[in-house]
């Protein structure tokens, strides 16, 4: 994946929220801006946020925009979560990759879209069910899992729309061969190989 010298990249995040998978997104915001000298910017959802910086990532120092310039010199790169992938659909021109950091993920947030009433009886059923039995009735990500088993990810317009793939494990990276498509190796040890310049990103002058 080629960038130029005035290429920006934008690294789509839920605002103000702290968890493993934001933590990473920053990570990768951190060493795209101040390891590789890239162009690099948060793009926060929702965009007009109040305050879309969590304390926990201030230190990172990402700068953060509120709109994308849709330019083909441009990439956004988005992670598996349906609704923050949905971001992509907005532009037409841009460069687009997906962060596959977890593949559990994306069917269930995309089960949770797609069948809100059950999703919703599942988790609150197990609420009651660890408070009172210290246990759980149903196996979300199996039933979740179960319920796409026959799912092609080639023909879902938003997955198929990026032009790259990265995964963040093994297992992502085989489950996405195994649907064809273009898919690379990127882990969350992220000063490695991956993100050398020499390798898979590639800084050229216009």
Known sequence: MRVCDDSKVYVVAPAAVATGGPELLHQLGYHLRYMMGLDAYM???????????????KMYNVPYVDEVEDKRKNLIIVPEVTGLMKVMDDYKRIRKMIWWLSIDNFY?????????IRNYFYYRVN???RRVLNTEIFDIPEIVMNHYKN??????KTVSSAH????????????LKNHNLNVAYLSDHLNEKFLKKSQTWTKKKI
């Open 43 to 57: 793009f926060y959802q929702p965009p007009d946020h109040p305050s879309p910086v969590h304390e926990e990532y």
């Open 108 to 116: 269930i947030s995309k089960f949770g879209k797609e069948s809100p």
């Open 127 to 129: 609420f009651f069910a």
């Open 151 to 156: 799912y092609d990810l080639k023909n879902d």
């Open 164 to 175: 790259l793939h990265l995964a963040q494990s093994y297992y992502a990276l085989q489950h």
